[in-house]
Nanobody, 120 residues
């Protein structure tokens, strides 16, 4: 059983910063990639940022230059540093992991979501 536990969401004013964390726990043989998706009210879930265990990252155009994703392979933890936040960043942010619980067992896992609200 693999679980993703997120933390760091909350209420922040426009222009402010937040840091999200997501730790993977359980039976983990290796991790291909971890990332963050978000879903705003009435909209589809979208990719925010994703990073491979080797450190290669991709970002949504809407967050480039403002958000930074990083991974700590020793802790199976991914971080999302969010700066210059805008009201349109308001959403539930979901952690995602592409991993192997065993040598031949591939799994995609989602966290429960953490709410980020950007408002004055």
């Amino acid at each position: 059983q693999v679980q993703l536990v997120e933390s760091g969401g909350g209420l922040v004013q426009p222009g402010g910063s937040l840091r999200l964390s997501c730790a993977a726990s359980g039976s983990i043989f290796s991790i291909n990639a971890m990332g963050w998706y978000r879903q705003a009210s009435g909209k589809q879930r979208e990719l925010v940022a994703i990073i491979s265990s080797g450190g290669r990252s991709n970002y949504a155009d809407s967050v480039k230059g403002r958000f930074t994703i990083s991974i700590d392979n020793t802790k199976n933890t991914v971080y999302l540093q969010m700066n210059s936040l805008k009201p349109e960043d308001t959403a539930v942010y979901y952690c995602y992991a592409d991993l192997y619980p065993g040598p031949t067992h591939h799994l995609e896992v989602w966290g429960q979501g953490t709410l980020v609200t950007v408002s004055s």
